[in-house]
Structure formats: structure tokens, C-alpha cells
């Protein structure tokens, strides 16, 4: 959808709608793997920051951020970036984490502007509905980035010794960290996508096998 009236204060007002935990595409109920590194002791009070920058530089946050900027791009070939967010997904829980997400983003935003988006992967379909916005691409993909890894502060909140305070002041200090990968992946191409956290894909891999857990991946 291109969106070609919208202002910029509009535009900022609907990027924080789309990126609200009140907006329903069940992200509480995912955690990356992060739920078994933290059983394991992997993921600690103490080593969840390095994990979460980690993920943001290295892992799901970067290649979130590359094909959003990919699909934020007037000549998107959003049906070829959505094939390409599914093969880059490390494991199962992965993909039904972004499908499922992304599906209910896309259901959301065809209920709330009365345009059709098809169902596709959180990023491309985040791309893809904001692509006429007049923000930005830094901008819009740092909000993107802030909204993943308070869900992900969210779920260690939830299920280790985390004070929600702490985990505020941990995502307060990894913003300066968003806006660089924002900004670097602002330029990004397809042969940026790459990641290089083989701990976090192991723990989703393990998380698979949990017998007893409180989120799907």
C-alpha cells in the first residue's frame, strides 16, 4: 500500500499504533528461545543485555531490520522478500513465530485503512504498510526495533527475577544501539542478510523440546 496524503505527525501517530503492544498479533506469547536460555541459566539478570545487543547486531533484529528496509522501498518485490524472511528463518518456532504475526499485522492494518494486505512474514508486512509513510527509513525501522526487543524484555520480565523498571532501563540503554542498526540497515541489500548467533539459534532449536513452557517459541 502506498500511502500518498498521510502527514508526518499522522504517519509517526500509525507507526506507534502498528508497533503497540495493544496491537493484536499475539507477540507476548513468543520469546525466541530466550525462555530456554533462561532455564539453562544461559540468560541471565546479569547477561541479557549482551544477549539483546547480540540479537540486535548479530540475530533476529538485524535481519527483522533488513527486510523491513527492503520492503519499506517503493520497488519492493514484497512476494520475493516474504519467500526470502521464511528461508531465513533458523527453526520451525521461528517461522510460525513471524508467519503468525505477520499474518494478523497484515489482517489488522486491511481492517483499519480498508486496503488489502495479503498475509506475509512481521517484517515484510510492517514494510510493506508503512512504505508510503513520509518518515525517515532509520526512524521507522528503530521503532520497529524498540517494539521487538521490549517484547523480548517483556517475556525475560516475565519469567526471570526481572523488575519491569530493570527491564525499561535495559531497553533505555540499548536504544542507542537501534538507532546505529537502524541506521546501518537503512542502506542494507539482500546480501546483507546474514546473522551470526548460533547460541540464540540453539536455544530456539532446544525450546522445541521443552516439556514444560509458558511461550511458543
Sequence with gaps: ?????????????????YLSPAFPTGGFAWSQGLEWAINQGAATRKTLPQWLADWLEHGG?????????????PDA???GLDDLAR???????RLT???EQGTAFAANVTAITGEPHAAAT??????????????????????????????LIS???????????????MLAELQPAMLA???????????????ATWGADIAAMSHETMIVRIFRS
Design 77 to 79: 518485490n514484497h512476494v
Design 1 to 17: 500500500m502506498t500511502i500518498n496524503t498521510i502527514t508526518p505527525d499522522t504517519a509517526r501517530l500509525r507507526l506507534a499504533q
Design 97 to 99: 513465530e513471524t508467519v
Design 181 to 195: 542498526t537502524a541506521s546501518r540497515a537503512a542502506s542494507a541489500r539482500e546480501t546483507d542478510l546474514t546473522s
Design 122 to 151: 512481521l517484517p515484510v508486512a510492517f514494510g510493506r504498510a508503512c512504505a508510503g509513510f513520509p518518515l525517515p527509513v532509520p526512524e521507522m525501522i528503530a521503532v520497529y526495533l524498540q517494539a521487538q526487543a521490549s517484547a
Design 87 to 93: 528461508a531465513a528463518c533458523m527453526t520451525s518456532e
Design 155 to 169: 517475556a525475560a520480565v516475565r519469567f526471570m527475577p526481572l523488575g519491569p523498571v530493570e527491564g525499561q532501563t
Design 61 to 73: 533484529g538485524w535481519t527483522d531490520a533488513v527486510l523491513a528496509t527492503l520492503s519499506l522501498r
